[in-house]
C-alpha cells in the first residue's frame, strides 16, 4: 500500500495550503496518520498525527495554532491544513500510516512527498 500526498505549491509567507493524503488501494481509515516534512541535509522532521477516528491529534510546537490534521471518522483521506505560512515551513511533506489506531510512531505505508516551498 503507498500513501500519495498532494497539495504542495509555492506560496508567499503568510499564505495557506492544504495537503491531503490518500492510499493507493488498501484503506487505511483504521490506522492513525501522521505528517513528516524534510529539507535537504535535514533529519525528517514529524509535523501532526491523527488518530484513526480523527478525535485525537498532535502537533510539533513550531506549527501549533497554525496547522490543523483532519480527517472524518471511516474516510480514506486525511487533510493538512497550513495557515500562516512561514519560509521555515518549507520542505517536502510525507504522510504516513501507523501500525495502531492511536499514532505510536510505528509506521506501516508511506509514499512520495509533495514540494511546499513558502516565500519570504
Known amino acids: 500500500v503507498q500513501l500519495q500526498a498532494s497539495g504542495g505549491g509555492l506560496v508567499q509567507a503568510g499564505g495557506s495550503l492544504r495537503l491531503s493524503c490518500a492510499a493507493s488501494r488498501r484503506t487505511f481509515s483504521n490506522n492513525a496518520v501522521a505528517w513528516f516534512r524534510q529539507t535537504p541535509g535535514q533529519e525528517r522532521e514529524f509535523v501532526a498525527a491523527v488518530s484513526w477516528d480523527g478525535g485525537t491529534a498532535s502537533y510539533t510546537d513550531a506549527v501549533k495554532g497554525r496547522f490543523t490534521i483532519s480527517r472524518q471518522k471511516g474516510a480514506n483521506t486525511v487533510y493538512l491544513q497550513m495557515n500562516s505560512l512561514k519560509p521555515e515551513d518549507t520542505g517536502v511533506y510525507y504522510c504516513?500510516?501507523?501500525?495502531?489506531?492511536?499514532?505510536?510512531?510505528?509506521?506501516?505505508?508511506w509514499g512520495p512527498g509533495t514540494q511546499v516551498t513558502v516565500s519570504s
Open positions: 504516513e500510516s501507523d501500525r495502531r489506531a492511536m499514532y505510536s510512531g510505528s509506521p506501516q505505508s
